[in-house]
């Protein structure tokens, strides 16, 4: 059944490849079917956020290819199940064609998201910080885990809000959609 399944979603994924980004809502299974897909494309932000490093930056430092941002914090319960997810996905597909981006918003000190990252096996993902959730708010950011799909233009195409399995084969055959569309862009 799961080889039938994984056939399906294959297929569907290489027929989307040159479709626009809404048509990532026929490749939704499982977990993934609380991704909200945006019949239109949504405005991005240019609110700056801390970087890992200590700088500030924008998600414009993304754009030219999709990117999946993930709002979590330290005390998060969910997130601590699906960053170890996250980060196996930036992995295997992370790099010039995609990205996962990771944002601690709120307090969250330095040490713990190093220890809290250690600790579940997620130590590849950026430790980006939102301190005040000036971004977090002006993406209307309630609860965490919040994950969005931006586009290779910075403009917001889908919305998960709470927990997903981001190691399942629907998430995969999302980002290799938007891999294929953002390659096509």
Not at 20 to 43: C, N, S, W, Y
Not at 138 to 167: K, M, N, Y
């Amino acid at each position: 059944m799961r080889s039938v399944v994984l056939i399906g979603l294959y297929m569907a994924a290489t027929s989307l490849a040159n479709a626009g980004p809404a048509d990532i809502e026929a490749l939704r299974e499982g977990d993934m079917r609380k991704l909200a897909v945006h019949a239109e494309p949504q405005r991005g932000s240019d609110v700056a956020f801390e970087s890992e490093d200590g700088g500030e930056i924008t998600l414009a430092e993304y754009e030219g290819k999709p990117v999946l941002v993930n709002f979590w914090a330290t005390w998060c319960a969910p997130c601590r199940v699906e960053m170890p997810q996250l980060a196996a996905l930036q992995d295997e597909y992370g790099g010039e064609d995609f990205e996962v981006v990771t944002i601690a918003t709120g307090r969250n000190d330095p040490a713990s998201m190093e220890r809290f990252l250690t600790e579940i096996g997620a130590e590849t993902l950026p430790r980006h910080k939102d301190p005040r959730q000036a971004l977090a708010r002006d993406f209307g950011v309630l609860g965490l885990p919040v994950t969005l799909i931006l586009d290779a233009e910075g403009r917001e195409i889908g919305r998960l809000q709470g927990e997903a399995d981001w190691s399942s084969d629907s998430a995969r055959a999302i980002v290799e959609a938007l891999i294929a569309e953002g390659q096509e862009g």
